[in-house]
C-alpha cells in the first residue's frame, strides 16, 4: 500500500519502517543495500530507470512510492547518486564484525578525504557517531553527485543517513 507518510519534515525512523523501499531486518543480512527513505508521493522515479538490477519500481502511476527487491540489488548506489530528493543511502552490515558501511550522496565541497574521520548525523542533521571515510566516489555518470562511503560502529546503522565534518 502506498501512501503519503508524512508531508513535512523528516519522517521518523517508524514511519519510514511502514514504506516500501526500506529493508526489514533480514534484508541487511544480503549484504550493501539501498534503503529507500521516500515517503512523498511526488512524480519521480529516477531510482527506477537507474538502476542496472531492475531492483527498483515505481511503476503507474509514476507518484507510486518506491518497492525495491533487495535480492537483486548489488549495492551500486547509482539510485543513490541519482535520486532528486536525496532520499537514498546504502547499508553494509557486513562490512566487518563490528563496523557497519554507509553510502551517501555528497554534493559539498571540499570533499572529504579517505581516511578522514567525520561526524554521521541523523535524520534531523543531530551528530549520531564518528565514522572513517573509507571510499570517495566520483565518476561521470554519477553528474555533480560523489558517493562517499563511511565505516562506523555498527549500532547506529538505523541512525545515520550523512555527514558532516568534526572540523
Ligand atoms: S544500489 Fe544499484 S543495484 Fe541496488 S537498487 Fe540502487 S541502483 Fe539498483
Ligand atoms: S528518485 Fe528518489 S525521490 Fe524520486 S521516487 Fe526514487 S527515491 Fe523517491
Known amino acids: 500500500m502506498n501512501g503519503c507518510l508524512k508531508k513535512s519534515g523528516a519522517p521518523s ?4 519502517k511502514k514504506s516500501p523501499g526500506f529493508p526489514k531486518p533480514e534484508d541487511y543480512t544480503l549484504g550493501n543495500i539501498a534503503v529507500i527513505e521516500c515517503t512523498e508521493e511526488i ?5 527506477e530507470t537507474s538502476c542496472p538490477k531492475n531492483a527498483i519500481t515505481v511503476g503507474n502511476p509514476i507518484t507510486n512510492l518506491p518497492t525495491i527487491d533487495f535480492k537483486k540489488c548489488i549495492g551500486c548506489g547509482i539510485c543513490a547518486a541519482k535520486c532528486p530528493g536525496i532520499a ?13 558501511l554507509i553510502t551517501f550522496p555528497y554534493e559539498y565541497l571540499p570533499l572529504p578525504e579517505v581516511n578522514e574521520y567525520v561526524t554521521l548525523v541523523d535524520r534531523m542533521g543531530k551528530g549520531v557517531c ?3 571515510v573509507e571510499k570517495v566516489t ?30
Open 130 to 132: 564518528d565514522g572513517k
Open 43 to 47: 512524480p519521480c522515479n529516477p531510482c
Open 13 to 16: 525512523l517508524e514511519e519510514l
Open 88 to 100: 537514498v543511502h546504502l547499508i553494509n552490515l557486513n562490512y566487518a564484525p563490528d563496523k557497519a
Open 138 to 167: 566520483s565518476i561521470k555518470s554519477y553528474d555533480l553527485t560523489k558517493l562517499i562511503a563511511v565505516s562506523f560502529d555498527k549500532k547506529y546503522y538505523e541512525d545515520v543517513i550523512s555527514m558532516k565534518r568534526i572540523k
